[in-house]
């Protein structure tokens, strides 16, 4: 069995949303969070746990699964605030962590088998750090090995994985993640971007 966990950051206000992007319906009647949270469970790849930070009661009376729950009162700082509180919590759980695979929840096409190409990449590489390809760019979901964790906890406050990525480029491999790109931010991606 894989030696990880997995954290699914979503604990921010959805600014240019105008709405909770955490709570937006998507396929099958799922919200964006349930169903990140659902594909997280699927991979089968660690216990998930989910920073939460705006909204905080709102948002954790939604979620249907057994989840662990982390508060970020400090969310409006910056995603790199829930990264480390997230990182903390995870770590003294589990004290033989091999990684812990970041995530996000407004990516509407992750599925678990999203999840399960960047274990198997790390599971053949040397590299601490494995990161999701897209059609443009490249980003979350990403795997860190327990190699980069104390760098990892050093970020400030307002950078996130993308900015700790670009600053170790030497160290990443990569997988692909087709529409990984896609994300819920504005009115127009919801018009035009959701699953069917």
Known sequence: ??????????????SRLGQSKQLVIISKGQTLLNQTILAAEQSQLGEVYVVLGVD??????SIKS???????????????????????RVISDN?????????????????????????NKFDQSDQPIIASQYEEGFGVPVLFSSKV???????????????????????VEFVNFEKGNVDIDTPDDLLNHLPS
């Open 56 to 61: 905080y009661l709102k948002h954790s009376e």
């Open 149 to 171: 964790f104390n760098e990892l906890r050093q970020l400030g406050d307002s950078e996130g994985a993308l900015k700790f990525l670009k600053a170790n480029m030497k160290s």
């Open 95 to 119: 004290n033989q962590l091999e990684f812990i695979l970041v995530s996000v929840c407004d990516q509407p096409y992750l599925q678990a088998e999203n999840l399960l190409a960047l274990y």
């Open 1 to 14: 069995m894989p030696k990880g966990a997995i954290l699914i950051l979503a604990a921010g206000n959805s």
């Open 66 to 88: 057994k989840v662990h729950l982390i508060e970020n009162t400090n969310w409006s700082s910056g995603m790199g605030s829930s990264l480390k509180a997230g990182l903390t």
